[in-house]
Structures are given as structure tokens and as C-alpha cells.
């Protein structure tokens, strides 16, 4: 039997730059709802969600890790007069808080983007000294993308040069107008106390050994002016979204709390506002009342019908299916991040978001076309897992033994298929080669390689055909470095580890045509296709399009399909350095065929030979990453540091000042940048940071093009 009713439900992710204090929030979270007795720090690697040895050294969020808590408003259990009041309130009014805790380093970003994909409503931290910063932009994108309803948390307001209103306009300038403070703090940094809620318009102070206990007070005479003002501006804000509020507003001057909650909650749910808290998390304040906000204002499964439907297509028909999320609907559900477990083995995360999952009923991947049996369901505490007979609509659990299911599979009811919308993931920017260091190692380093790729959509294996050697990619330096430590560590494998390369790509600047023809007569049936393509370029990002333009049945349609497939294969290797061909549209336009001996096979040879050609005389040219940096740097390292980006052929495009320091941002090619943490540590006197992140592909410059095609670079 359901538990909580679908009403009840919040499914949530925190999300954030790194460093900005998400882990710390999430540990709060499970202190104060009950789920764990001790607060786990991430900076003593004690923390429950980062549970990888490789998190706990490094003190940051590597994987999303999900769990579920439950709680009750804090402003209607302070209404109880003892303990039996407070459990009544609780069975009436306690919610189930399914959340995802995910990374904040962007080589990690396919844990943010699968995860937003399956929740409903988001926290975003921020840190309330830096305020918006480059990996916050990137989660906001990947929020709006996926339309998902969200809350700002301003975190670490005790800090040393924390400012709330610094934090707060630059939520409101670089993500979303639309934010309003819901709170303003008490004090800043060492003096930071509590915060004023600017809806009740009292203020609360967090006491006790961890905060547990919320002391509501009269506003101080400090706080009240500019109380009253934000209290104004908020005021009028919700009123914008409904235009019975506005009307009200006008006439009054005046909306009461509960008419006032509903409006922003609506708001909220559709995207028109973004309401932001306050408080510092390591210093156990602000964090029960955010999970107040998580629900009063995010949304559950039943709030998003409007917005954004559970639609999915037939895989046979293509004809769109809708789902209800309720329990009585027919099941469908979406896999969205498969991990290996040392102890059960395959984990295969999924959300259900119609119907129910029951343990020993059968199951369609209707993305693979198998069927599977379900032989165990489990709850995800982190790494801890709870058996359970059945998950409904609205719940994130897990599956043990899948073996043909990946990430962004749909799993359905066997006699009702559906395919939900799937999740595209970022192409790798950089590469090693890798072989394993004995013949032992050899086998165990292709199993291990195989199973960290199932469970990562961003990391890929290749071979050299040139070499024989093995090739990973993945996002970043960071990213490739867990892999391998992860094959030591998990799969006992030594490997060598070459230089990193980076991900170059080729794609042309003109427009050309080329004819292939594949002609082979070696008695017995021959082989004949014969095809003429136009290839012109796309705008960047836009990847490849195949255009079927023959008319009058010059090529039969049957053949079509095999020129489409050996394009598509021609692009994996360019012609100027043998880097994958982008961004180009293919265009069948001509040809003939031989009524006995035309095949598949020929035409497939065909249009492969016509792409490589058409490709040679369309100016093609090699493209490479260009990664978006910010770089912090003490005062006195500012023009070292910049003078080191302007010779990385880096453009800087802003600095900015912060406290006593600088901070950098610049768009710099990422060839450039190996190495760079090293040399900006020895530059700034080990006090220099910076981020990096992929921003776009670029053309690059004709001198270094020839480097690359020499391979010296």
C-alpha cells in the first residue's frame, strides 16, 4: 500500500557550483528530518552522500547519490502543545522528499543533467560570498532545459565578505529576473544570526547544540526598514502572476499570508518566480525553514500535468502517448543512471512516473525491444540499500540485476509499450591511451573499462586502428583521472596512462559535390552503386542532417537507408587529420543503379566515397574545445595570470573584483590548458584557483592546423 498520498510527494535535486556548500545542505537536510543522528562533514570526509573513497579524499560530490527523508512544516508543529499534538500533526501533514544530491564539478555534469531530467523541483545553492558562479549557470541552463520549477538557498552567509545582497542581484542579473527573497539575514558573517521571513514578517533564530530548535521573535529594530521595503517589493511581485491578487492589491494595498503562499506557489511550480532563502548551513541555520519552502512552493508529481505532461510515442507507430501519474495508470518509468554495486552488482536507477513496479512481474525495455523479470526493488539510501515489494508513481528506487537496460531507457508495462523523452549527453573534449601494465591485466582492464562506461554516458572506450592501442575520453582531466583511480581501486587493474589529447573534431567551411561510384565485377554477380551527394556546412552544434532528394526512383528507396549508413560512417574519420567529421548536411541527389548488381553493401561503400570527396573540396577545416574559465586570483598575481591566458591564445572577457581578489573569466582553447592547476599554483603562490568548462567548438588557427595534422600536436 502507498504510504503518503502523490499530493505528498517531492522529488527534489540539490544543485550547485562547487564548493558552494550543497553536500554540507544535504547532510543538514537528513540531520533534521531524522534520517541520520550525527551531521557527517564534508570536510572531514564523514559525509553520508559522498560515500566513493574517491569523494571522501577529495572533499566534492563525484557521483549523484539519492535518498529519501520525510518531513512536516516547522511552522505547524511549533502550533503543538506536546508530543502527541506534534504526531498528529505529522500523520496529516509529513511529506516524502525523495532527493538527489549531485556534483558540482562540471567533468561531472552527465549526474546533473540525468538527474534534473527525472525530479520535479530543485534547491540551487549558492555561495553568499561569490554569489553566481560559472557552474551555476551551467545547472540553471540544464534546469531550464528540463523546465524544472526551483528554489535559491544562499548559503554560508557567516563567511568572511558574504553579502546577501551581492549573492541576490546576481541570481537576479545573470539567471532570472524573476527571483524574489522570500528572506533577508540578521547580521553578516561573524555576526550572522538568523534570518527575518518576510512573508510572517518575524524573525527566527536557530538554537540548540545543531540548530534544532527555531526561535520566532519580533523583527530587530537593524532589520525592520529594510524589511518593510524587500516585504513591498515581494508583495507586489506575486501579485504580477494573478491577476485577481493585483486587483486586490490595489484596492488594499494589502494580501494576507495564505492568499499570498498560493500565489507564489503557483508561480513557482510554473516557472514565473524564484523564490530565495538565506542561512549558512555549516553553522545549522536556515536549513529547516528551506525544507519548509521545498514544500510549500516545488511542485509534486500531480503539480507539473500542465507544464510538462508525461508524453512518450509508440516505438512502432510514433503516435504520442500521454500518462496520468497515478497508481491505477498503466506503468512506465525511466532509467536514468546505472551504477555497479560491489555487494549486488547491477543497479539500474529509475523514476516511475506512472502506475506501480511490483517485485516478480515482468517489465519491456521498449528502447531494446527485452523483456526482463524484476527480481529485486530497492530503496537508495546513499550506498545503503532497502529492500522493497513495490515502488508507485513518484518514487526514485532502484532495480538489481538489469542487463540490457542503459541510461535514458524506458521501462514499461510489456503489453503497453511507451518510449519517454531520452536524455542526450555532452560529447567527451579530451582523451589518453591507456594499456594495462601485465597480460594479466589485459582481460580485467577491458571488463572494467565496459562497466564504468555502462554506468557513465560521458566516458567512451575506443581502439586505434593504427597502433591497436586503447583510447578513453571523457570531460575533463578530473573525470578521466576517477576513472582510472576507480580501475585500481574497484577492478584491481595497473594500467599505463599516456598524455592527454584533446577532442578535436573537423567539419568544412564551403559548399561542394562529389559523385561515388562503387564498381567491383569478379565473376559472378558483381557489386555496382553509384551515387552523387552536395555537402554543405551547418551552424555549430547543429551536428548532421541527411537529406534524401531523389526523385523519379533513380535510386531505389530500398537503397536509400545504406547511403545514409555509410555517410554517417564516413564522418567518424575526417580527411585532414582523421578527427569526426560535424556539423554538415549531406544531400542524395543523383545517381544509378545496375538492376542485378546493385546491393546495399555498394551503395553503403557509395555514399562513403562521395561524402570523403565532396568533404576534401568544401574547405574543410579542424576544429578544437574552447573551454569557458574563471580564474580567482590575489591582487598582486593579476597580470602574471593574465599574461599566461593571453599566451594560452586565450580571450579575456571580464575581470571582476571580489574581496581582495580578482576573478577572471576567459574563453581559452583547451589544448592550451593541461597542466594549468600546476602552473597557477607555482604563479600565485599555491593561492590561485580556477574552473574550467566546455563552451563551444572553434576553428583553429591555419599554423596550429598544420601542427595537428603533422601530429605534433
Known amino acids: 500500500m502507498r504510504q503518503y498520498p502523490l499530493e505528498k510527494y517531492r522529488d527534489i535535486g540539490i544543485i550547485a557550483h562547487i564548493d558552494a556548500g550543497k553536500t554540507t545542505v544535504s547532510e543538514r537536510i537528513l540531520f533534521y528530518t531524522g534520517i541520520s543522528h550525527r551531521i557527517g562533514e564534508v570536510h572531514e570526509g564523514q559525509a553520508i552522500m559522498d560515500w566513493m573513497e574517491q569523494e571522501k579524499e577529495r572533499g566534492i560530490t563525484i557521483t549523484a547519490a539519492a535518498t529519501t527523508c520525510f518531513w512536516t512544516p516547522s511552522y505547524l508543529l511549533k502550533m503543538a502543545s506536546d508530543d502527541s499534538a506534534k504526531q498528529k500533526i505529522r500523520q496529516g501533514h509529513e511529506h516524502r522528499i525523495n532527493i538527489i544530491d549531485t556534483p558540482g564539478h562540471i567533468d561531472f555534469t552527465v549526474e546533473v543533467q540525468r538527474s534534473l531530467r527525472v525530479l520535479d523541483g530543485a534547491v540551487v545553492v549558492f555561495d553568499g560570498v561569490a554569489g553566481v558562479e560559472p557552474q551555476s549557470e551551467t545547472v540553471w541552463h540544464q534546469a531550464d532545459k528540463f523546465k524544472v520549477p526551483r528554489i535559491c538557498f ?57 540548530g534544532e530548535k527555531i526561535i520566532e521573535k519580533e523583527i530587530p529594530e537593524s532589520s525592520k526598514e529594510k524589511a518593510e521595503k524587500e516585504r513591498a517589493i515581494l508583495i507586489e511581485k506575486i501579485a504580477e502572476t494573478d491577476d485577481k491578487l493585483m486587483e486586490k492589491y490595489l484596492e488594499e494595498h494589502n494580501i494576507d499570508e495564505d492568499n499570498l503562499r498560493q500565489a507564489l506557489r503557483k508561480a513557482t511550480v510554473n516557472n514565473e518566480l524564484i523564490p530565495v532563502f538565506c542561512g549558512s548551513a555549516l553553522k545549522n541555520k536556515g536549513i529547516q525553514l528551506m525544507l519548509d519552502a521545498v514544500l510549500d512552493y516545488l511542485p509534486s508529481p500531480l503539480d507539473l500535468i500542465s507544464i510538462k505532461p508525461i508524453s512518450g510515442i509508440h516505438p512502432k507507430t510514433e503516435e504520442e502517448i500521454i500518462r496520468q501519474p497515478n497508481d491505477n495508470e498503466l506503468f512506465s518509468a525511466l532509467a536514468f543512471k546505472i551504477a555497479t554495486d560491489p555487494y549486488v552488482g547491477n543497479l539500474t536507477y529509475f523514476r516511475v512516473y506512472s502506475g506501480s513496479l511490483v517485485r516478480g512481474t515482468y517489465i519491456l525495455n521498449s528502447t531494446t525491444g527485452n523483456q526482463e523479470r524484476i527480481g529485486r526493488i530497492v530503496r537508495m539510501h546513499a550506498n545503503h540499500r532497502e529492500e522493497v515489494e513495490e515502488m508507485y508513481t513518484g518514487d526514485l528506487g532502484a532495480i538489481v540485476g538489469l542487463k540490457n537496460t542503459s541510461t535514458g531507457d524506458t521501462l514499461c508495462d510489456p503489453n503497453n509499450p511507451i518510449i519517454l523523452e531520452k536524455i542526450i549527453f555532452p560529447e567527451p573534449v579530451i582523451s589518453v591511451r591507456i594499456e594495462p601494465k601485465t597480460k594479466a591485466d589485459q582481460e580485467k582492464l577491458g571488463m572494467a573499462m565496459h562497466r564504468l562506461a555502462e554506468e557513465d554516458p560521458t566516458f567512451r572506450i575506443s581502439g586505434d586502428p593504427d597502433t591497436g592501442e586503447t583510447i578513453i575520453s571523457g570531460m575533463g582531466e578530473l573525470h578521466l583521472e576517477i576513472i582510472i583511480d576507480r580501475t585500481k581501486r574497484e577492478f584491481g587493474v595497473e594500467a599505463n596512462i599516456g598524455r ?30 553509384h551515387v552523387w551527394l552536395k555537402a554543405k556546412p551547418l551552424e555549430r552544434g547543429k551536428g548532421f542532417i541527411f537529406v534524401n532528394a531523389i526523385r523519379g526512383g533513380v535510386i531505389p528507396q530500398e ?10 560512417e564516413a564522418l567518424t574519420k575526417g580527411i585532414l587529420a582523421g578527427y569526426p567529421i560535424i556539423d554538415i548536411e549531406a544531400t542524395l541527389y543523383d545517381g544509378s543503379f545496375h538492376e542485378v548488381d546493385s546491393s546495399e553493401i555498394a551503395f553503403k561503400i557509395a555514399g562513403a566515397m562521395a561524402l570523403h570527396e565532396a568533404a576534401r573540396r568544401a574547405k574543410p577545416v579542424i576544429l ?26 586565450g580571450r579575456i572577457e571580464s575581470i571582476v573584483d571580489r574581496l581582495n581578489v580578482k576573478v577572471i573569466d576567459a574563453k581559452v582553447p583547451l589544448a592550451e590548458m593541461f597542466g594549468y592547476a600546476t602552473k597557477l599554483r607555482s604563479m600565485t603562490q599555491g593561492r590561485g584557483t580556477f574552473t574550467m568548462e566546455f563552451d563551444h567548438y572553434e576553428e583553429v588557427p591555419k599554423s596550429i592546423e598544420q601542427m595537428i595534422i603533422e601530429g605534433k600536436k
Not at 584533446?502 to 564551403?510: L, M, P
Not at 537503397?559 to 554517417?568: M, Q, R, S, T, Y
Open 154 to 210: 544562499i548559503n554560508k552567509l557567516d563567511r568572511l565578505g558574504a553579502s546577501f545582497e551581492n549573492s541576490f542581484r546576481s541570481i537576479q542579473e545573470k539567471l532570472n529576473p524573476n527571483a524574489v527573497a522570500l528572506q533577508i539575514p540578521i547580521g553578516l558573517e561573524s555576526n550572522f544570526e538568523g534570518v527575518v521571513d518576510l512573508l510572517t514578517m518575524k524573525a527566527y533564530y536557530f538554537e540548540g547544540e545543531h
Open 500 to 529: 592527454p589529447q584533446v577532442a578535436y573534431k573537423e567539419t568544412i567551411n564551403g559548399e561542394a559535390e562529389a559523385e561515388g561510384k562503387y564498381i567491383r565485377q569478379s565473376g559472378g554477380r558483381g557489386q555496382y552503386g
Open 624 to 649: 578544437e574545445p574552447s573551454m569557458k574559465i574563471q580564474v580567482i586570483t590575489p591582487i598582486e598575481f593579476l597580470g602574471d595570470v593574465t599574461g599566461d591566458l593571453n599566451a594560452k591564445r
Open 559 to 568: 537503397f536509400i537507408p545504406a547511403v545514409e549508413k555509410g555517410v554517417k
